[in-house]
């Protein structure tokens, strides 16, 4: 969300300075693992749908811009219970906005895609327009542009505190303090520590994701295979991507990891969360369960109580605007994200509905926890 805003700020013609404590692109928090899912049916709310397609059409835009590939469409399968939550709510959303979908019975959706084991009386709800991303490909796009642009761009340098000075801020670092007229907070799983009495009881997740290596990847490759998020009888959602580099299959499950914080994440993968991740497999990908998993990675998740965005301006400092709390399900929003938040930098609003994630919406759960 920073690179985006980078870039959108810069675009318009704004003098930048970014502010990153690792490098760029880095593997420390919720922007790597080589692909993340972007679809449009949108089971969380049919809220989101304007900003997604919105997104579709700016990662398009970035493309050409930066000449590099950063979305692939594969389709996507969505697959549960008719009246379970993934499914239902998807087809509200594609209803409401009059997305394409087809509604396959269990039998359907393996006859088409084998890779698939349904159970008896699953759905799969289909989407044309859903794909892959390339996030690391994306950050750096979104950094080079904003750079050729005029951002002043610093890696490797710590943000430590900020405070509102006259009519703008002053931002310290460990090197050296920055005086600006507007700040842009997009700082994910480092947010907790930077949002200076904002009432906003964000929890990190730790959540890792593996790559298996299955006998035959044909098919996990895409056509044949689809982005798919399946709905398990207990609620549990897992989800996973074609191959990225004709060997092995990325899939991981959706929330339900250990709390921890961006300063001081546990970087080995235990057996047992291998173990939890071979066991949601194996109904619906058996070949994949089975798979040996050749790499595991944590990322993670900055949950808001809801688990909806947080997108606005700082309550207690007008001229500081936020982005936090993606909760796992943010990466594909990046340039929307951006664009809104050049516009609050520049005029302290939006056109884009973004009330649903004010950042004072907390205020009275904070007061109770």
Not at 28 to 41: K, P, T, V, Y
Not at 83 to 110: F, K, M, Q
Not at 263 to 285: D, T
Request: aromatic content about 8%.
């Amino acid at each position: 969300m920073g690179s985006a805003a980078a870039f959108h700020l810069a675009r318009r013609g704004a003098e930048v300075v970014g502010l990153e404590t690792l490098g760029p692109a880095h593997d420390q928090g919720s922007s790597h693992g080589e692909s993340r899912i972007i679809r449009q049916a949108y089971f969380e709310d049919p809220g989101y749908v304007p900003l997604v397609l919105r997104a579709y059409q700016l990662w398009r835009e970035l493309e050409e811009s930066s000449g590099q590939r950063l979305l692939e469409i594969t389709g996507g399968a969505m697959i549960g219970l008719p009246d379970g939550a993934l499914v239902s709510n998807s087809l509200e959303s594609a209803r409401r906005w009059d997305l394409p979908y087809r509604i396959l019975t269990a039998g359907e959706l393996h006859s088409e895609f084998p890779v698939f084991h349904p159970q008896s009386g699953q759905v799969g709800l289909l989407e044309p327009e859903a794909g892959v991303l390339a996030p690391e490909r994306a950050v750096l796009a979104h950094l080079q542009l904003a750079a050729a642009l005029g951002a002043d761009l610093h890696f490797g340098e710590r943000v430590e505190e900020w405070e509102v000075s006259g009519a703008g801020v002053v931002v310290r670092t460990q090197l050296t303090d920055y005086r600006a007229d507007r700040l842009v907070l997009a700082a994910g799983a480092w947010s907790p520590d930077l949002l200076n009495g904002m009432a906003l009881p964000l929890k990190v997740e730790r959540q890792v994701v593996g790559w298996f290596a299955p006998a035959q990847i044909g098919p996990f490759t895409a056509p044949s295979c689809p982005i798919y998020i399946f709905e398990r009888g207990d609620g549990a959602l897992y989800y996973g991507v074609p191959t990225r580099d004709g060997q092995t299959a990325k899939a991981a499950r959706h929330h339900g990891g250990e709390q921890t914080t961006a300063a001081a994440p546990r970087a080995e993968v235990s057996q047992a969360e291998i173990s939890r991740i071979r066991e949601g497999l194996a109904g619906m990908l058996p070949q994949l369960a089975i798979a040996p998993m050749v790499r595991a990675q944590p990322c993670l998740y900055t949950n808001t109580p809801d688990l909806n965005f947080v997108i606005g301006n700082h309550p207690l400092s007008p001229v500081v605007s936020v982005a936090a709390g993606f909760s796992g399900h943010g990466f594909k929003f990046s340039p929307v994200v951006g664009e809104i938040l050049a516009d609050l930098a520049a005029s302290g609003r939006s056109e884009l509905l973004i009330r649903a994630f004010a950042p004072d919406r907390f205020a009275d759960h904070h007061k109770g926890a």
